[in-house]
């Protein structure tokens, strides 16, 4: 019998169904404090709050020390302990109303294993196919690409360590707290201890404190541009995560929109002026 190698699980498929329900909507308005998001039957949700459907229901028993399931499930059974959401891309076909049956079709499209400064890399790329219910074509095409490394060492940098751009035509600073963390969390079912559990995070993976999500962050960017432009109709949108933003210190969102154009730069600035998060959309 041949071995099986994390090669084989690309083109493993996973199947949901979900309803956009009221209740996680309410919700995340009300951790994120928008007062005037329109909230009523046949409302469109805004870009990347799918988040808050399709959620891991995987049983207590299934799930691992970092808080996440288990692999070799649907998500291949990588050694490296470490677990990061490094980047997206996302294609906004047509709209993804409250009320909708929804379906998602996720596939492994492609594993790659590497060898950085800091060890050995495997990089996961997953595509999700975002269905209403009759439709043909998918509402939503996201490319999620996840990183997996090796235990944090004491000497180990930072991988990027560049300056964020301080001017911008559009600015708003963030103070996240504990709560923040763990309220997004239950919202999104993420079990993943670096964003509640201190103790863990920093005796297990050598953080200095709580990680904020990048899903978190990625929606706080596309939130900043519902700020500026209510009625905007975002096409898609691209982000990639550089460094960690912690809960140890207020950071920093950034818009600059092109001239002439139809595109935004946009990205997170930490505390001490690096680069956290570097984005792009597409109006």
């Given at each position: ?78 050694a490296l ?153 975002i096409k ?48």
């Amino acid at each position: 019998m041949s071995k099986i190698t994390l090669k084989d699980w690309i083109g493993k498929q996973e199947f949901s169904n979900d309803i956009i329900s009221f209740t996680p909507i309410k919700a995340l308005s009300a951790t994120l404090d928008l007062e005037h998001i329109e909230l009523k039957e046949r409302s469109k949700i805004r870009e990347l709050w799918h988040w808050l459907y399709f959620l891991p229901m995987h049983h207590q028993k299934e799930i691992g020390k970092d808080g996440h399931a288990r692999r070799g499930v649907f998500l291949p059974p990588v050694a490296l302990p470490r677990r990061m959401w490094a980047s997206g891309k996302f294609i906004f076909c047509s709209d993804i109303s409250i009320g909708d049956k929804v379906k998602r079709i996720s596939t492994i499209e492609n594993i790659e294993e590497k060898s950085g400064r800091t060890g050995p890399l495997v990089f996961v790329k997953v595509r999700h196919d975002v269905y209403v219910e009759h439709n043909v074509s998918p509402s939503l095409i996201e490319h999620q690409y996840i990183v997996y490394r090796d235990e944090k060492r004491k000497d180990e940098r930072e991988l990027v360590s560049k300056k964020a751009n301080s001017k911008s035509k559009w600015f708003r600073e963030v103070v996240p707290d504990e709560v923040l963390l763990f309220r997004y969390s239950a919202l999104t079912f993420n079990g993943h201890r670096i964003h509640y559990d201190r103790k863990y995070t920093i005796e297990e993976e050598g953080y200095p404190g709580l990680v904020v999500h990048g899903p978190l962050l990625a929606t706080l960017l596309l939130d900043l541009v519902y700020r500026q432009l209510p009625h905007v109709n975002i096409k898609e949108f691209r982000f990639k995560a550089l460094r960690p933003i912690f809960d140890l210190n207020s950071f920093s969102l950034h818009g600059e929109p092109s001239d002439g154009s139809n595109s935004i730069k946009l990205w997170v600035k930490d505390h001490d002026g690096l680069l956290a998060m570097e984005a792009e959309t597409t109006i």
